[in-house]
């Protein structure tokens, strides 16, 4: 067995590929996300309910409906797909800016809420002493507000990262399966099922279960860490 999995020709450029889109999306929606999930913690205007729905709604549609409304409006046909095009020659579909796009999208929410989350639990009186002090309320976010989130940005970051490591359906609509540019580890597992390749596609699948349990445990950890 050990030699079979030694001789065995795993290609590793799927977890590789994979790894770069989790970290570009995860490194895009943290400063993204942070400053839209502030507003929604610290201020009041209208429509903001049905805002926070729409910002949620990732969670529960299925991807294949999520994949089909990404893949319409980044389409050669839509507005968007050709100003995209017009100004950087590229296509948007079976393209890896186009998987950053619709992992964005997808994984929005597992950055978002966190953090809206945290930033709604900081203790009121330690804003209200910063701006008695005469801080502003950008000095107050610096000093006061990240440095008391450091675990909820963390931990929202992992998941995000690791939610994004997973994605299957909304990566395959938009980017498809071309090797070395657009086939991710989930939808390498996919291939290696159809070609009834089961030995590949246990080793690929062991190694994404090794890396969701490391991760829950590194979530957990954070958990206790902010109990104490």
Not at 144 to 170: C, D, Q, R, Y
Not at 200 to 227: D, E, M, P, Q, W
Request: aromatic letters at 14%; glycine letters at 6%; proline letters at 5%.
């Amino acid at each position: 067995m050990n030699d079979a999995i030694a001789n065995a020709p795993i290609d590793l450029s799927p977890f590789w590929l994979s790894l770069k889109l989790s970290l570009v999306t995860t490194l895009f929606l943290l400063f993204s996300a942070f400053p839209i999930a502030y507003i929604f913690a610290r201020r009041t205007f209208r429509f903001k309910r049905i805002l926070e729905a729409v910002t949620a709604l990732p969670l529960v549609l299925p991807p294949t409906v999520l994949g089909f409304y990404i893949l319409l409006l980044l389409s050669p046909e839509s507005i968007f797909g050709q100003v995209f095009e017009a100004a950087f020659g590229e296509r948007l579909v079976f393209n890896f800016g186009g998987m950053i796009i619709a992992s964005c999208i997808f994984s929005f929410p597992f950055m978002f809420q966190p953090l809206k989350s945290g930033l709604e639990q900081i203790d009121r009186a330690l804003l209200d002493a910063s701006y008695t002090l005469g801080k502003s309320e950008l000095e107050t976010l610096f000093r006061i507000v990240i440095p008391n989130m450091k675990a909820t940005i963390l931990g929202a970051s992992i998941v995000t990262f690791a939610h994004t490591m997973g994605e299957f359906g909304v990566v395959l609509m938009i980017g498809g399966n071309i090797p070395n540019e657009t086939r991710v580890a989930s939808v390498a597992i996919y291939d290696k099922v159809e070609q009834l390749d089961f030995f590949s596609a246990h080793i690929y699948s062991a190694i994404l279960v090794g890396f969701s349990f490391a991760v829950l445990l590194a979530v957990n950890y954070l958990n206790r860490g902010k109990t104490r």
